[in-house]
């Protein structure tokens, strides 16, 4: 969602064979980094991706249950990140590698990515509009005209912010040559732009009177929470686009041909998209393949949490329900709001946590110790969502009327999400961070080795968002029961990283020279 987001690779360089090198990326081997600044211009693109994406986060899940879907059914509509991230991301790598643009190999994937945005935030911000004026009732609880624009909407939504992050890692991959710690600093800036995006995008859906500012937005088809989701909508799309402008001006690639890949050298042929993927993933050796194992249990942890936050706090801790009585789906609003607020704090630090990943990682002994510790760190406070949740529950119990946690229970849910704040920019950073080293040392382009690693993010976003549903049903409803999977999940990734994943190889010499291909 997405994912995400610069440490070090597992292994030793020659324990992972995908292919021989190429020549369009020998031409890029051995050279020096571009600047610190047109890295940061390029990772700040992240803010305008990840607005959006607090947007989808904090109030989504809260929305389309407004539209008439069902609890147990609302997970379902996440499927639409996985599955379009397991195609598009690797195809849009795999492709920017070997785009002829003359715009050059990455930013007409961003340009077109930053459009897609666009579109989809007009579809999902009037859903609610077209579906009244396509016939839907509005004294009905289901409004199902406005789900399938909203579906269709968040798709698109899906699809562009794929489009979007793996070409603007790739191009920061690019960017840092072949220096690990500068690819490495370069995911940072992309996670610590991501905290900004998080932070204005959270705030925005904390404040309950943004569409005031924007009049038209309130319908009679769309309500206060309706209007307030369309003014945020077009402030994030603002955004992005003036981000994704002043980079693509600023950073400037020069055209990239199959002839001028290599010096004197004859171009290779490449294989098919799909047949140089599975061959990527079928030859995979142990480093690699452990890396993407503990990736995928750390997005079993994460998910859960990140698809249903906002809902636990309005649900668990608050006691409202999104389809109650008056007072419930007031109160449910209530917890929605404080889950932003709370997500917000969680921006906040990991912002600070992203700049400090380099130092910390060196701190504790290693950039595998680190990830390993902060899994451990994440699974803990997934189990004391239990703990809150029945805390609050006992404060409930005297009272006839739905009340608001007591101060203490309040305090420690948002400090929970504070704290989740450190693992989680750990996980924005080291496992794309090691993709991108990896790919150096293997001849696999930068756009095709993140789009595998993708894999063993969108995979357990497929299977959490699938089975949760039913899952949490079969406890009786609610959020706790995934949550609780999740921790156990992060555990596990926590040994792993601990136990079997590799130390990164050393720094691959460059020369004095500039990045080739950029200006």
Known sequence: MA?????????????????????????????????????????????????????QLSLLTPYVQLLGIPHSLASLIWLCGPVSGMIVQPIVGYHSDRCTSRFGRRRPFIAGGTACVAVAVILIGYAADIGH??????????????????????????????????????????LSGTSQKKTRVANA??????????????????????????????????DVYCANLKACFFISISLLFVLTVLALWYVEEKQWSPEAAADGEEPSVSEPMFCELFSAIKTMKRPMCILLLVTCLNWIGWFPFLLYDTDWMGREVYGGSSDGNPEQV???????????LGLLLNSVVLGVMS????????????????????????????????????????????????????????????????????????????????ASIFSQTTGTGQ??????????????????????????????????????????????SGILSLTLLP?????????KTTLAGFH
């Not at 993140?450 to 357990?460: D, F, Q």
């Not at 130390?503 to 020369?511: K, L």
């Open 330 to 340: 007031k109160m449910y609003g209530h917890g929605v709001r404080a889950g932003a």
């Open 355 to 434: 700049l400090g990943v380099e130092s910390l990682g060196r701190w504790v002994g290693g950039v595998k110790r680190l990830w390993g510790i902060v899994n451990f760190l994440l699974a803990i406070c997934l189990a004391l969502t239990v703990l809150i949740s029945k805390l609050a529950e006992a404060g409930r119990a005297s009272s006839e009327h739905p009340t608001p946690p007591s101060t203490g229970v309040l305090a420690g849910a948002l400090t929970l999400f504070s704290v989740l704040g450190i693992p989680l920019a750990i996980t924005y950073s080291i496992p794309f961070a090691l």
């Open 503 to 511: 130390s990164p190889p050393p720094d691959i010499p460059t020369t």
């Open 3 to 55: 994912t995400d987001h610069k440490a070090p690779p597992p292994g030793k360089p020659a324990a992972l064979h995908l292919q021989q090198p190429t020549h369009q990326e020998s031409a890029t081997a051995h050279v020096a980094a571009s600047p610190l600044r047109k890295i940061a211009a390029v990772a700040s693109i992240a803010a305008g991706i990840q607005f959006g994406w607090a947007l």
């Open 189 to 222: 800036f992309f996670s610590f732009f991501m905290a900004v995006g998080n932070i204005l995008g959270y705030a925005a859906g904390s404040y309950n009177h943004l569409y005031k500012i924007f009049s038209f937005t309130k319908t009679t088809a769309c």
């Open 447 to 492: 756009g095709l080795s993140l789009g595998v690693l993708n894999l063993s993010i969108v995979v357990p976003q497929m299977i959490v968002s699938v089975l949760s549903g039913p899952w949490d049903a079969l406890f009786g409803g609610g959020n706790l029961p995934a949550f609780v999977v999740g921790a156990v999940a992060a555990a596990a």
């Open 133 to 174: 004026h396509a016939g839907d009732d509005l004294t009905k609880k289901s409004k199902p005209r406005a789900i399938a624009v909203f579906v269709v909407g968040f798709w698109i939504l899906d699809v562009a912010n794929n489009m979007l992050q793996g070409p603007c890692r790739a191009l920061l991959a690019d």
